[in-house]
């Protein structure tokens, strides 16, 4: 299972900028069986824990199965692994782990002292080979050091300054998560899934166009939270079902619904 976090821009009826809010998406794979996709709205779902159970319980889990976690290490999402599954497997992810260093390296690329920009570069790749292979203390020692390297009290170059500070951040990131860094190269080297690309593609299903990317659109929480149930129901071709339930007509084939003078649904 792999779980991640997406923002759509907030509206509020007094605030005509309300800034942005989290929104929660995963995606579970099962062997031989379709993907399971879910979302809420952390902040407005009253029950966000029993909403991801009811879902990998729909998906056949059971409370005996081994369950492998990937997310970007964020404390929210992982409080809602442990409650699922506190015996499963809890792995960051990758793709989260090496974002960040490319994201420094630019950073890194850009500082005026030439000698000191081939040390940070040349040690970021040491950091990324530690981490891939598990080696977790070695790369926070090298972070320590880099931290050491790149701080300039007279903070006359900004790239420098931002990459002091990113380094901070990051060794921060990776203390907090140290005990779910696996040897990615070890598991990659079995096939095992090391990164939550199938995560990310999911927001990019659910979290779509409509709701964020390249709209101007501000949405309410509960408006979104609505959203993201029908849209999730949808990509799980469980909408049907769902509305068969309240209108046990529609189980015939008909799926024509009708509204009769005194206000009734006919289907």
């Known amino acids: 299972m792999g779980i991640d976090g ?23 794979l099962l062997k031989d069986e379709p993907s399971k996709r879910f979302a809420f709205v ?7 824990k029993r909403r991801l159970l009811e879902t990998l319980r729909s998906h056949g889990m059971q409370m005996n199965q081994d369950i492998t976690f990937l ?32 994201a420094m390296r630019q950073l890194a690329k ?9 040390k940070m570069l040349a040690s970021l790749d040491r950091v990324k080979w530690r981490l891939w292979h598990g080696h977790v203390t070695n790369a926070l020692w090298t972070l320590d050091w880099m931290s050491d ?5 007279e903070k006359s170059d900004t ?7 990113a380094l901070l951040e990051y060794h921060t990131y990776i203390s907090n998560n140290r005990g779910f860094i696996p040897n990615y190269a070890e598991r990659y080297r079995y096939d095992e899934i090391i990164s939550t690309a199938f995560a990310e593609s999911a927001i990019n299903e659910v979290v779509s166009k ?7 659109m501000r949405w309410t929480k509960k408006g979104a939270h609505l959203l993201l149930q029908v849209r999730t129901k949808t990509l799980n ?9 309240w209108y046990p007509g529609m189980a015939s084939g008909n799926g024509m619904v009708t509204k009769q003078k005194d206000g009734t649904l006919l289907c």
């Open 237 to 245: 071709n469980e909408l049907r079902s769902k509305f068969e339930t």
């Open 42 to 48: 952390q902040t407005y779902d009253e029950k966000p």
């Open 6 to 28: 997406g923002f759509i821009r907030g509206r509020e009826p007094d605030k005509r900028k309300a800034g942005w809010f989290e929104v929660i998406v995963g995606k579970s």
């Open 110 to 118: 850009g500082i005026e002292d030439a000698v000191l920009m081939e």
């Open 149 to 153: 390297d790149c701080y300039c009290e």
């Open 210 to 216: 409509r709701t964020v990317k390249k709209q101007q």
């Open 71 to 102: 997310s970007d290490g964020g404390d929210d999402v992982r409080e809602l692994q442990y409650y699922l599954n506190p015996q499963a497997e809890h792995i960051l992810d990758w793709f989260h782990v090496t974002m960040k260093i490319t």
């Open 159 to 165: 790239r420098r300054e931002h990459l002091y500070q």
